[in-house]
């Protein structure tokens, strides 16, 4: 969701539609799912477990787009499709206006093991797909579609800050504490414990209004997280009235960032 230079290029599948990735590739798929895999049990919420089971996804190998979609076209009538390493915010909106998530084919080198700043497969699939299999988090993202085809920039930049504390970095909570189901978080180690452990960030009841208000860094780990009562809030927000939330928030201005300024020492 950028138009900025990639440094990775997308892999293109062949006749058949199968994408040849190389051993390393898989492997790097490999060793980035096995360590998830041994964090996330007891932090990530059960509706992702749900739809990891559901995805069965190969843990040797980088699965083909083909795969995930027979098990989305069931669950939710999602799809994922192909896309560039990077695309413009236009064609994002529009796929999922669709019900097509993008899904980048290249997978990060062992260099940027740790982070990575641009989605990789790796991210959308193991990070967000679970979720699609599940009616509420695929309701909410297909109407973020919609709204977003439909707006201006100046809208899209509001809306991004919505996206980014739910779909990206959002927690729940439930009978037994917090639990993950934001793929930003669940797909990077690190923050999958910093979110739920650590006494530094701030835990706060999502409102929607504040979310589009509040602004974010994509380099740092979080200093807020916002917090649905139960997944199914998704549907609460999806029926409301976000384009007027969005222009609230345009009116009254950003918050305070809670984070020092990027170039600050």
């Known amino acids: 969701m950028s138009k900025k230079p990639s440094n990775y290029v997308s892999r293109e599948p062949d006749a058949n539609g199968i994408i040849h990735w190389t051993d390393e590739d898989n492997q790097v798929w490999a060793d980035l799912v096995a360590r998830q895999l ?5 932090k990530a919420c059960d509706e992702y477990m ?20 027979e098990v989305l076209a069931r669950t939710t009538g999602w799809q994922v499709a192909r896309v560039p390493a990077l695309i413009p915010f236009d064609e994002f909106f529009r796929l999922l206006a669709n019900k097509e ?22 991210h959308e699939v193991f990070g967000h797909c679970p979720l699609l299999t599940n009616p509420a988090f695929a309701h909410f993202t297909h ?22 504390f739910t779909v990206e970095f959002g927690l729940l909570e439930t009978q037994d504490g917090l639990r993950i189901y934001g793929g930003g978080i669940l797909s990077s180690p690190g923050e999958t414990v910093y979110a739920l452990e650590s006494d530094k960030p701030e835990r706060v009841r999502l409102n929607p209004l504040d979310a589009l208000r509040t602004p974010y860094r994509i380099d740092i780990m979080q200093p807020i997280y916002y917090t649905l009562k139960d997944v199914n809030q998704l549907f609460e927000i999806s029926d409301m009235d976000i384009m007027a939330l969005v222009h ?18």
């Open 38 to 42: 041994n964090i996330i049990p007891g």
């Open 143 to 164: 109407q973020y579609g919609r709204l977003g085809y439909a707006a201006t920039p100046k809208e899209r930049v509001y809306l991004a800050r919505l996206y980014w």
């Open 248 to 265: 609230e928030a345009m009116e009254l201005g950003l918050y305070e960032p809670k984070f020092p300024p990027k170039n600050a020492a």
């Open 101 to 122: 998530f993008p899904v980048a084919t290249f997978i990060r080198t062992r260099e940027e093991f740790d982070y990575l700043q641009e989605p990789d497969i790796f």
């Open 50 to 69: 749900a739809g990891l089971e559901l995805l069965n996804l190969p843990e040797d190998r980088i699965p083909q787009l083909g795969e995930l979609n």
